[in-house]
């Protein structure tokens, strides 16, 4: 299979013209049908990444892990999961992507460990051990009985339901867990855990790895006296967001790690953050030319606008027009000095066709518009395993079919506190992460070509229809449509580097932008609704009929400005 173009040589770093496929190993490709997808599985796969055209992998975690967050509870930083494969396993993954000119991020998960890390099992046994500190231990509130509810060291809410800290019999104190209370977060205010962190950073890299996705990587200064947060509409708990989120000593932690392990390495190595909440000031700051912090961050601005004050199952209709505003806030935000990620999916969000397109009639022209759209922005795209076949949510029927510990235990929750289970059930047919998660759709047969096994998660029915063989070769498919984005951004640099203008600012159903560079103009408009729209007040429009139509997602040429429902164009003029 041909390798993918060579991004053209520019002084822009190399990732201005890159694209990222992000691969959720377990859901990706099972080799010993054991239902669980693991390396060997991915490596049987490259050939597929290749012909894609994409130039970085990033893997979601794959090291020990009791796997009760998927593996974002991690009991060992430098081995495999016996799940996934070994070692050697991964050494021949990087070797054959390297080959085909891929590079590999993996995911770096150091805001929490794991419970059964040996750190944790070292500092819960012990409180004079010299393991106590790396980890946030605390007594109960004052005057209160250890133990009961109510007693806990603040009101912080953690991200799975309840709250955030879980007390230990045996010492009688609390330890905080943002996550699950099987992930309790590490103690960056030691130095030790700091330094223990870099080494095992420098040892991957040492491996030959390009980079790493940091999780959550703006949660790990907190503020050290951990005051109450304010109150969550609907919660018994409070918001420690304010404490925990870009805390105090955030940029210093970042720039002592990038001294200590990524100083003379290069400019081949890419760091992005995971950043719920950052500000567009804050991620400016970090993603600076002048002075980064980190390459690219991920900020979730976009992926809120349909939630309310009570976060993420607190679920408001989607208005096409807040997507818009908030995309295009980014762009021009980060304009000149910073830099984008651009994504909407990932192992955390539900199905993107689902979310901002229409998942039935529409299903493949709303994949392809929003898909053009997002990577003619400016910034690097990052696809989700089988975004590019345009897969859409489970229809889930009960919640004992979801494996995802944030979906059953805001299940279990809201049950137990009297809401309508169906109601719950259809806040989580939305939401829920096990959308993304369920099985890669290799082919039509029984568990989609993903595992000859039972798969650990229900393979989508539509896997019949919506499949990489059916799409492979057909010029029409939603695959062919991201292969050629794809393509776009390694050979037009107006597309990797030129600059971005809204234009129809206040349409509510039309997105529409211009990216030029050196006398190129690419003019990009979708229509981000499922109902016709009219886009003849875009300034010189009866030109650009003329100009040279790069990528469309409906057949034939367009005479006029009347948009189909999701219909999408890319023109260009030099
Ligand atoms: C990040 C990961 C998510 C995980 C959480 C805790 O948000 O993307 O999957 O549950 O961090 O590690």
Known sequence: MPTPPAAPP?????WTSAV???????????????????????LSKVDYLSHLGIDVVWLSPIYPSPQDDGGYDVSDYQ??????????DFDELLAALHARGIKL???LVVNHTSDEHPWFKASRSDPSSPYRDWYWWRPARPGKVPGKPGSEPNNWRSAFSGSAWEFDEDTQEYYLHLFSRRQPDLNWENPQVRQAVHQMMCWWLDRGVDGFRMDVINMISKDVLLPDGPPIPGEDFGDGGPFYLCGPRLDEFLQEMRQEVFAGRGDHVLTVGEMPNVTLEQARAITDRHSPRLDMVFQFEHVQVDQGPGGKFDLLPLRPADLKASLSRWQEGLAGTGWNTLYLGNHDQPRLVSRFGDADEL????????????HLHRGTP????????GMTNYPWREASEFRDIESLNHYRDRVERGENPETVMQTLRRMSRDNARTPMQWDASTHAGFSTGTPWLSV???????????????????????RRLIALRHEEPAVSRGDFTLLLPSHEQVYAFMRRHEGTEVL???NLTGAEANAGSLPGALAWLEAELLLMNYPGVPTSWRLRPFESRVYRRR
């Open 10 to 14: 520019h002084e822009e770093p190399w």
């Open 20 to 42: 990222v496929y992000q691969v959720y190993v377990r859901s990706f490709a099972d080799s010993d049908g054991d239902g669980i997808g693991d390396l060997r599985g991915l």
């Open 79 to 88: 081995g495999i999961d016996p799940l996934f494969g070994t070692l050697a």
């Open 105 to 107: 991020i993996i995911d």
């Open 363 to 374: 299903r493949v022209p709303s994949a392809k518009a929003l898909a053009t759209m997002l």
């Open 382 to 389: 990052f696809i989700f395993q089988g975004d590019e076949l």
């Open 460 to 482: 989508h029915p539509d896997h019949a229809e919506v499949n990489v063989a059916r799409q492979l070769d057909d010029p029409d498919s939603v695959l062919s449509h991201y």
């Open 524 to 526: 990009v408009v979708t």
